[in-house]
């Protein structure tokens, strides 16, 4: 079974700090993906990454940013938090791309206060 | 643009009875469509996909789902719901120009024992 894990369940962040939310994933995926869900929101996609040191903005990259410095683990950067970000946020993994279902975390709850 | 709509916030079924959860696409190009599940405070989980042959998809836990073009729907169904099946559903769809995927915002289904 393809495992994704992610670094913590719930966190709790002071406006301002540097937060990083980090994913690993122990199937030898390509793809990774970091999403927020938000009630009546849905999904929607912050970044991906393709490989190693490759990373692509989604439709909301703003306020954050990525690193991909091995395959298996993929890190989101919240540079410095703002309420606005407090969501819950879902890390995913694949194997390919658009055909290609995502295996996803347990998700993080980030509060910003 | 291309969208998923699921039309329902919430669907409540009585155990044993059918379910249906609607989804609604509007795709540029073949459509991927995919469901997905989360089941309370965890991430989501594949349940199946149609990319292409029979409209008929069948995929986890008993839920199938049809693929209907000409109403460019992708209805999820179960023939006897259970009251472990509640949870959250997401339909999904490939995003054409970039080959993401798009989620839905997500219904609700509860199962009255």
């Known amino acids: 079974d393809v495992k994704v894990t992610q670094s913590s369940r719930y966190l709790v962040k002071r406006t301002g700090e540097k937060v990083f939310l980090e994913c690993v994933q122990d199937m030898d995926h390509e793809n990774m993906f970091w999403y927020r869900q938000d009630p009546g929101l849905g999904l929607r996609l912050i970044y991906f990454?393709?490989?190693?040191?490759?990373?692509e903005k989604g439709d909301i990259p703003e306020g954050y940013s990525v690193s991909r410095e091995k395959k298996e683990r993929f890190s989101l950067i919240l540079e410095s938090a703002s309420t606005n970000q407090t969501s819950m946020y879902l890390c995913?993994?694949?194997f390919g791309q658009g055909a290609d279902e995502q295996y996803f975390g347990p998700g993080t709850r980030l509060t910003v206060t | 643009a291309q969208s998923v709509a699921q039309p329902e916030d919430q669907v409540n079924v009585a155990e044993g009875n059918p379910l249906t959860v609607k989804c609604t696409y509007s795709v540029s190009g073949n459509p991927y469509l995919f469901w997905y599940v989360q089941y309370p405070n965890r991430g989501l989980q594949f349940l199946l996909k149609?990319?292409?042959?029979?409209?008929l998809v069948k995929g986890s836990y008993g839920f199938e789902a049809e693929f209907n073009k000409s109403q460019t729907s992708f209805h999820l169904k179960k023939p006897s719901a259970l009251v472990s099946d509640s949870a959250l559903y997401f339909c999904?769809?490939?995003?054409?120009?970039?080959?993401?995927?798009?989620f839905g915002k997500g219904t609700r289904l509860h199962i009255l024992p």
């Open positions: 990454s393709y490989d190693v040191k490759m990373k």
């Open positions: 995913a993994s694949s």
């Open positions: 999904a769809v490939r995003r054409y120009r970039d080959d993401k995927i798009i």
């Open positions: 149609y990319i292409t042959g029979d409209n």
